[in-house]
């Protein structure tokens, strides 16, 4: 049976609503108005939650200039050195207990990625609800043992991972902290990620391995892998979004603009809506449709003791007479009283017993 992750009383798994996390990351641009405006977007937008990253150029990597640290690989940003990019993206950590003051009147949850140990501190210090756990951490087993320590729910992103990977991480939380409060997030680590390349179906076999709530961490540009994640089983969806992609910045490129958050958010509740459960007895709109089914009626008048034929007898619309089904049943058949052309055909028109036109 999956488990269930509660955070600030937000109950999240299998037949709860979507759980879906804005992703800030760095395109508030190291402007503090704009962080704020990001939040109040997201909130507009539906979001359930926001999501920061807690780190420092110096707690993620070396100034170097040597080839190892620069970025390569075809990425968005290619050629630059880790700490000048990470110099860029970082949230100032001044603003974050602000922004979780403001996310907190404003009803919305805000919890970040730590990146190291001060990190963590850091986040329990300001209060977070959770913590999430980047695709490139997972490997970091001290790290996700220090988080499990604090308590607070998991979220953990399983981007690049093997199976084994990923099981060494859940095993880690669970030396820790014991089973519950642990989610995981199907996630390909490419920016943007090419729709071929997701393979959705993993959010339902990383449920059934491990017994716990999956979701997505999206990186696809627009919003129908998200909705199609929905689709598939994802209780959690996470998606970088900006004020605008006409912004340049380290993730503007594969990052949603407000409207179309909101449009991702009201897709993936009418997703939910749709799933429903498995059921095949009539729906309540259903009901009046079924007028519109064929059924046999009396379409020539027909005299008392008068043969029925298909001449005198059709299967058309509305559904009020016999099922089609039972048509070979009630040609030969006699009419045990005159029926008016246009009468729904019902058994007690009819005598009983098949008769020969000899008869």
């Known amino acids: 049976m999956t488990e269930t992750v509660d955070i600030a009383g937000r109950r999240i798994g299998p037949g709860e609503p979507i759980y879906i996390i804005a992703e800030m990351s760095a395109n508030h641009h190291q402007s503090f108005d704009q962080a704020v405006e990001l939040l109040h977007a997201a909130k507009e937008a539906g979001a359930d939650a926001v999501k920061l990253q807690t780190y420092t150029a110096e707690t993620l990597t070396l100034d170097s200039d040597r080839e190892c640290f620069r970025v390569g690989g075809g ?162 969806i996470e998606k970088h979004f900006t004020l605008s992609r006409s912004t340049p910045g380290p993730d503007s490129a594969f990052s949603l603009e407000p409207n179309e958050l909101k449009e991702m958010v009201a897709a993936v509740r009418v997703v939910e809506k749709a799933i429903g459960r498995v059921q095949y007895s009539l729906g309540q709109r259903e009901r009046s449709s079924r007028s519109f089914r064929r059924s046999l009626f009396i379409v020539e008048d027909v005299a008392a003791g008068q043969l029925l034929t298909e001449q005198t007898v059709r299967s058309i619309r509305p559904g009020d007479g016999l099922l089609p089904k039972f048509l070979p049943d009630v040609l030969k058949r006699r009419a045990a009283t005159d029926i008016p052309r246009g009468t729904p055909l019902a058994w007690h028109h009819l005598r009983p017993g098949i008769e020969d036109e000899s008869d």
């Open 75 to 236: 990425t968005l940003w290619d050629g630059r050195t880790l700490f000048d990019l990470y110099g860029e993206a970082f949230t100032p950590w001044a603003w974050q207990p602000k922004l979780k003051k403001l996310a907190d009147q404003l009803g919305i949850h805000l919890f970040s990625s730590p990146f190291d140990p001060t990190a963590v501190d850091f986040l329990e210090e300001m209060g977070v609800p959770a913590h999430k756990i980047a695709s490139f951490e997972l490997v970091d087993l001290p790290l996700i043992k220090k988080v499990a320590a604090t308590g607070k729910p998991i979220i953990m992103s399983t981007g690049m991972a093997s199976l084994g990977e990923i099981e060494e991480a859940v095993e880690a939380v669970y030396e820790v902290a014991g089973r519950g409060n642990l989610a995981l997030l199907k996630c390909t680590s490419a920016y943007p990620a090419p729709p071929e390349e997701m393979n959705l179906r993993c959010i339902s076999h990383l449920s059934e391995a491990f017994g716990l709530p999956v979701g997505l961490s999206d990186h696809t540009l627009g919003v129908a892998v998200p909705v199609a994640a929905a689709a598939l089983g994802a209780t959690i």
